[in-house]
Nanobody, 124 residues
């Protein structure tokens, strides 16, 4: 069983920054890819960033490319999402997710464990 706990969400003005953290339980964190997924009210879940087991491969949704950065520290069982130049359309609940393998990519069904989510609200 894996537990994922997100933190770092909040209210920020457009153009601002936030850094989300996800702390994972278990000894096998470093074996698996991780991702950040968001869901806005009335919209489908969107995988915004993914990272492989070692951290040397990442991918981003076009909507966040150049503004968001995913990273991980395996020694600390933690994955981060640095969000810069935030826009009101980035408002959503952000979830951390663990991939089934060493790389999850952009397919939501590649992820099997999810955190409880953290709210990010960007005001205009």
């Amino acid at each position: 069983q894996v537990q994922l706990v997100e933190s770092g969400g909040g209210l920020v003005q457009a153009g601002g920054s936030l850094r989300l953290s996800c702390a994972a339980s278990g000894r096998t964190f470093s074996l698996y890819g991780m991702g950040w997924v968001r869901q806005a009210p009335g919209k489908e879940r969107e995988l915004v960033a993914a990272i492989n087991w070692s951290g040397d491969t990442t991918s981003y949704a076009d909507s966040v490319k150049g503004r968001f950065t995913i990273s991980r520290v395996n020694a600390e069982n933690t994955v981060y999402l640095q969000m810069n130049s935030l826009k009101p359309e980035d408002t959503a609940v952000y979830y951390c997710a663990k991939a089934r393998t060493s790389w999850g990519g952009s397919a939501l069904n590649s992820y099997d464990y999810w955190g409880q989510g953290t709210q990010v609200t960007v005001s205009s």
